[in-house]
T-cell receptor, first 114, second 110 residues
């Protein structure tokens, strides 16, 4: 068990709706990153938050946004959901700026857009 | 742009065999490389982390090597067991995030 918890574990949304996914980081970790994993593919980096600010972003449109709170927990928000947003969303925590440290993933949130 | 590939995409072996999974990356300027295991419908579990200055790491029946100059890493699994059946992903950290390969789906048959 990694100590990274995500909620909800599964949810179904309709195209055009908005969704919020939540993540609680491992104790002592100050950095949270989010990844999207489509079926049969490796995870793709969405963005990373450090000290409550976004400090890195992958190739995802602005309708993907996030927040990091003072206790290092985080939210991923997706607006105007599209069918292709159906995926496993993984939250990961680590300690920055020690780039050599390992990263710990949660169990993920399965999002289905219909 | 960093790209990570993994060969083979899928592998099926009888129990007890030793096996090698391969990972290649295009940009050798990495901080570290990490191997993960993913069970169906689950999150990622870290198996081994190799820093850029290291050549290999071992944990139990697992051994991972890193050749940064050639952009390659291998994961060696000794005496495979049915419980090793999962998808194995390698990921390189070349900045603030990890870049993942597509994974190798391993089935170990009893």
């Amino acid at each position: 068990e990694t100590g990274v918890t995500q909620s909800p574990t599964h949810l179904i949304k309709t195209r055009g709706q908005q969704v919020t996914l939540r993540c609680s980081s491992q104790s002592g970790h100050n950095t949270v990153s989010w990844y999207q994993q489509a079926l049969g593919q490796g995870p793709q980096f969405i963005f990373q938050y450090y000290r409550e600010e976004e400090n890195g972003r992958g190739n995802f449109p602005p309708r993907f946004s996030g927040l990091q709170f003072p206790n290092y927990s985080s939210e991923l928000n997706v607006n105007a959901l599209e069918l292709d947003d159906s995926a496993l969303y993984l939250c990961a925590s680590s300690f920055y700026p020690r780039g050599g440290n390992t990263i710990y993933f949660g169990e993920g949130s399965w999002l289905t857009v219909v | 742009k960093q790209e990570v590939t993994q060969i083979p995409a899928a592998l099926s072996v009888p129990e007890g065999e030793n096996l090698v999974l391969n990972c290649s990356f295009t940009d050798s300027a990495i901080y570290n490389l990490q191997w993960f295991r993913q069970d169906p419908g689950k999150g990622l579990t870290s198996l081994l982390l190799i820093q850029s200055s290291q050549r290999e790491q071992t944990s139990g029946r697992l051994n991972a090597s890193l050749d940064k100059s050639s952009g390659r890493s291998t994961l060696y699994i000794a005496a495979s067991q049915p419980g090793d059946s999962a998808t194995y992903l390698c990921a390189v950290r070349d900045g603030q995030n990890f870049v993942f390969g597509p994974g190798t789906r391993l089935s170990v048959l009893p």
